[in-house]
């Protein structure tokens, strides 16, 4: 059954029902259902009827985070077709985050988060605010039954499956851990998590850095590259052999004094379509005038950063990136002011243009993909902070003048897109 919203302060079931008969000012996602039927393995939400005219459609995956559900894209008819539940636990927020699509096996990943039940301020302060243990889930493509779960650590926060799809990455942009152990690094460190894409066990768990978010992994899957939030550095980490080994590279030559509060604030990573570079987007905790975020590229030949071609002139605070088809811009989502930027990839580095949206185009830009049509599809947040709670949507772009050409509506927060054809 399809999440709807519902006024309620808390996901305690006597909570829910005394407010939902009082009434209140906030506004978060209730289930209609009170029982577990929606998060059973046999539970069937088919979305997807081929055709002749739909078998090799391209359709865009959306994970709403304060929604409990993935929405399905249709990018040729250009509407939304479906929002089906993904979560696990009744009666509460499951806190889906980013997701990925395996159509050879028939399978769609997404971490649930758990956020509390009352969301901090600022607009992510809810990914690293839980100290719940976090679960990655495995769905079938098809009709989103349950195919598996995966226990992970608290605040799970980007994943990506490994080039032969064999391995789920998690990491855990855990800042309660951080502010729990202070002085103590290693404490505050949290973790890589390896699932097994198939059996969903999980099969390693790698001490990183402080609160890591955004990951890329190698082409050849021997290397995880982790924007390390707390330590003010990027994470490389060996996993091609039995013993990993981690190396943390500062973005500007030493380690975050008080991880607790960084002075860059890694969070997004964005790699090249050959693998020689990852940029690194940093969201600084205190983003002012001179540091609005620092967008910078990682050299994954020689594991250094290229301070030739880096900027903090941006508008906005600067996001989930992606690159143009040609390969010579990218194209950087921007926050604060909220916006697009394009950014040379190659020496010598220049910002090429930057145009702020309204909010009527795009409030909160997270994340910027190119689809299967050329066009650019980027995830708008919208307002979800402790008055108000909207649905967010994808805004489509030009890939040329990157003006907003059309709109998907989604739901609550969210957070990432994937792309993928209909299944096999």
């Known amino acids: 059954m399809n999440p709807t919203r519902r006024c309620v302060r808390s ?8 407010v939902g008969a009082a009434g209140c000012g906030d506004e978060i996602t209730r289930y209609v259902a009170p029982d577990a039927s929606p998060w059973s393995a046999a539970t069937s939400n088919s979305w997807y009827a081929p055709d002749g005219g739909t078998r090799d459609a391209w359709f865009g995956f959306v994970s709403n985070s304060l929604m409990n559900s993935i929405s399905v894209l249709d990018l040729r008819a250009g509407r939304t077709i479906a929002t089906l539940p993904v979560g696990v636990v ?23 988060s758990f956020p509390p039940a ?12 839980s100290t719940r243990p976090g679960v990655l889930v495995k769905r079938a493509l098809d009709d989103f039954r349950l195919l598996g779960r995966a226990d992970v650590d608290a605040n799970p926060g980007d994943m990506v499956l490994s080039p032969d799809r064999t391995r789920v990455f998690v990491s855990h942009y855990d800042l309660v851990r951080a502010q729990a152990h202070p002085g103590d690094r290693e404490a505050q460190k949290s973790a890589l998590v390896i699932v097994d894409a198939r059996t969903m066990q999980r099969t390693r768990t790698i001490p990183v850095c402080v609160a890591a978010h955004g ?11 982790m924007a390390c939030y ?6 490389v980490v060996s996993v091609g052999t039995d013993t990993p080994t981690v190396n943390l590279v500062p973005v500007r030559g030493q380690l975050a004094s008080n991880p607790t509060a960084p002075t860059w604030g890694p969070y997004a990573l964005t790699p090249s379509p050959d693998g020689r570079t990852v940029w690194v987007s940093c969201s600084p905790p205190n983003p002012s005038a001179g540091n609005r975020g620092l967008f910078i590229a990682f050299d994954t030949t020689t594991n250094t950063f290229d301070t030739s071609r880096a900027t903090t002139g941006l508008i906005g605070t600067p996001y989930f990136a992606t690159y143009a088809a040609d390969g010579a811009s990218i194209v950087v989502p921007l ?35 190119r689809g299967p049509d050329g066009r650019y599809y980027l995830v708008c947040e919208g307002i ?7 649905r967010g949507w994808v805004a489509v772009l030009d890939p040329d003048s990157l003006a907003v ?4 509506d989604v739901g609550v927060f969210p957070d990432a897109i994937y792309f993928s054809q209909g299944p096999q």
Do not use: K, W
């Not at 707390?230 to 994470?235: F, K, T, V």
């Not at 909220?338 to 997270?366: I, K, N, W, Y």
């Not at 050409?405 to 998907?408: A, L, V, W």
């Open 11 to 18: 996901f305690r079931l006597l909570l829910v029902l005394a």
């Open 90 to 112: 009744p009666l509460a927020e499951n806190g889906p985050h980013h997701l990925a699509v395996d159509r050879a096996a028939g399978a769609v990943f997404t971490p649930l």
């Open 118 to 129: 009352s969301i901090p301020t600022g607009p992510h302060a809810a990914h690293g605010s």
């Open 215 to 225: 990951m890329v992994v190698s082409p050849d899957g021997n290397t995880v590259y």
């Open 230 to 235: 707390g330590d003010d550095a990027i994470a």
């Open 335 to 369: 926050q604060g002011r909220d916006g697009v930027a394009r950014v040379s990839a190659a020496p010598p580095f220049r910002v090429m243009s930057q145009q702020a949206f309204t909010s009527e185009e795009c409030t909160l830009p997270h994340q910027l993909s």
């Open 384 to 390: 979800h902070d402790r008055v108000r709670q909207e």
């Open 405 to 408: 050409t059309g709109r998907f």
